[in-house]
């Protein structure tokens, strides 16, 4: 049975409340489709180096699992969302700062 699915716009502003609860600086740099747009989650780490975020299937489990499909500068960070977003115009892309990584996506509370 496929897992309930909430819209994107609704999931994001939860997300950017639970982030301003945490006090962890939060920016929509693209706005994707309000339904079914995919969100990519960018943390910078305030170093030059950052990490993006993707949900994915885990074919083991069958659910779609938070991951760091990608570490490195922020150039080169940016640069892969530039090429996701070149592809697919309902990215949504949100940028985090948080120094130790925290992205608050491994947490209960978030789809």
Same mark, same amino acid.
């Given at each position: 049975?496929?897992?309930? %699915? !909430? ?10 409340? %639970? ?11 693209? &706005?994707?489709? =309000? ?11 305030? /170093?030059? *180096?950052?990490? !993006? ?10 659910? +779609?699992?938070?991951?760091? *499909? =990608?570490?490195? *500068?922020? +150039? /080169? ?5 530039? +090429?996701? &977003?070149? %592809?697919? &115009?309902? $990215? ?6 948080? %120094?130790?990584?925290? *992205?608050? $996506?491994? +947490?209960?509370?978030?789809?």
């Amino acid at each position: 049975m496929a897992e309930p %699915r !909430l819209a994107a716009s609704l999931w994001v502003a939860a997300y950017l409340a %639970r982030l301003a609860q945490a006090t962890i600086p939060a920016y929509v740099l693209a &706005r994707g489709d =309000d339904t079914a747009g995919a969100i990519a989650v960018k943390c910078a780490h305030l /170093d030059g *180096t950052a990490a !993006l975020w993707m949900r994915e299937w885990d074919m083991d489990s069958d659910t +779609r699992p938070w991951v760091a *499909t =990608d570490r490195g *500068t922020e +150039r /080169d960070i940016d640069a892969a969302i530039a +090429r996701q &977003r070149s %592809r697919d &115009r309902d $990215l949504w892309v949100i940028e985090i700062e948080s %120094r130790d990584g925290t *992205t608050l $996506l491994d +947490r209960d509370g978030l789809f």
